[in-house]
């Protein structure tokens, strides 16, 4: 097996590169994977912004939504 030396910058400028290479052959795999971050970060913050705040009945709630 052949060994290969790279310094710092070289490692980066591959790494970059391979990284892009992933990015453009699998878009669709990526963007659907930054959509559920989005997702799961704006539900953590939903969920605390709930704690936050007054409890409300399961009644009340049925008489906004069938409003």
């Known amino acids: 097996m052949t060994e290969i030396a790279l310094n710092s910058d070289q490692f980066k400028e591959v ?5 892009l290479e992933l990015f453009h052959e699998n878009r669709e795999e990526f963007s659907q994977l930054l959509s559920e971050i989005i997702e799961d970060i704006a539900m953590e913050q939903a969920i605390q912004e709930g704690e936050a705040t007054e409890s409300v009945s ?3 709630i049925f008489k906004i ?3």
């Not at 790494?15 to 990284?19: E, F, S």
């Open 15 to 19: 790494l970059k590169a391979t990284i």
């Open 58 to 60: 399961r009644d009340d």
């Open 65 to 67: 939504l069938e409003s």
